[in-house]
């Protein structure tokens, strides 16, 4: 297999290998997570895996700061969580809750983003949470 490096190309479209799924660099610049981070919240919180996370931060019961690798370009991008107690099931029905929250001190930063868990009706430890973050870079 021959092996090809490209330093600075310009490129109008990108395709795969046989000629279809077109994207251009800007799709995929704009669309693709930026930022996702996989974490345990209850007993001693802990990132499992990550992409572009460089601080984890547990800020007390269900409430927990991310800080970007790479920040974000301004303070409107996208943010997506997803929380659970049941074994990696992320889509189990229960009552539960997450959100990204910026109040409480944390007003919208390009750094970081502040999350909250809940058991529905108040912040709540989870075992299983991830969040993922779409935006410009």
């Known amino acids: 297999m021959s092996t090809l490096t490209v330093t600075n190309a310009q490129v109008t479209t990108l395709k795969s290998a046989d000629g279809s799924n077109g994207s251009t660099p800007a799709n995929l610049l704009s669309g693709s997570v930026k930022c996702w981070v996989d974490f345990t919240g209850t007993g001693t919180a802990a990132v499992n895996d990550s992409f572009n996370q460089s601080g984890f931060s547990d800020l007390g019961t269900g409430q927990y700061l991310i800080t970007f690798a790479t920040a974000f370009t ?61 935006g410009d870079q």
Do not use: H
């Open 74 to 134: 301004n303070n409107t991008y996208g943010v997506s969580v997803c929380a659970s107690d049941q074994a990696r099931d992320l889509t189990a029905a229960q009552s539960s809750s997450a959100w990204c929250n910026q109040t409480e001190g944390y007003s919208p930063k390009t750094t970081s983003v502040y999350i909250n868990l809940s058991n529905g009706a108040a912040f709540s430890d989870r075992s299983y949470a991830s969040i993922i973050c779409c």
